[in-house]
């Protein structure tokens, strides 16, 4: 495996881990501080609740859960536009 790929594939890990692991619990604390306790319980309910969504499918848990690559995917062609105008003046 090339070191371009090993590090993208680690980029992607960690994306996804984040959409996983790390935005629920955020979540989570932005809703109780903004909105009050969550109605099913604590934590732990939310966590449940939002992996039975991604099981069953349900569109606003993949968006949480792919968000984070997708904003990846958003700032590799940004950058990809960027090194091309560079090239482009520079030529």
Not at 38 to 59: Q, S, T, V
């Amino acid at each position: 495996m090339s070191r371009d790929v090993s590090r993208e594939a680690v980029w992607l890990g960690v994306a996804v881990a984040v959409g996983l692991l790390v935005l629920p619990p955020v979540v989570y604390a932005t809703g109780v501080r903004t909105l009050g306790a969550y109605a099913h319980g604590g934590l732990g309910a939310f966590l449940g609740d939002y992996y039975a969504a991604l099981i069953n499918l349900r569109p606003a848990a993949w968006v949480l859960a792919t968000g984070p690559i997708a904003a990846l995917l958003v700032w590799r062609l940004l950058m990809r536009l960027v090194d091309a105008l560079e090239r482009r003046t520079a030529a």
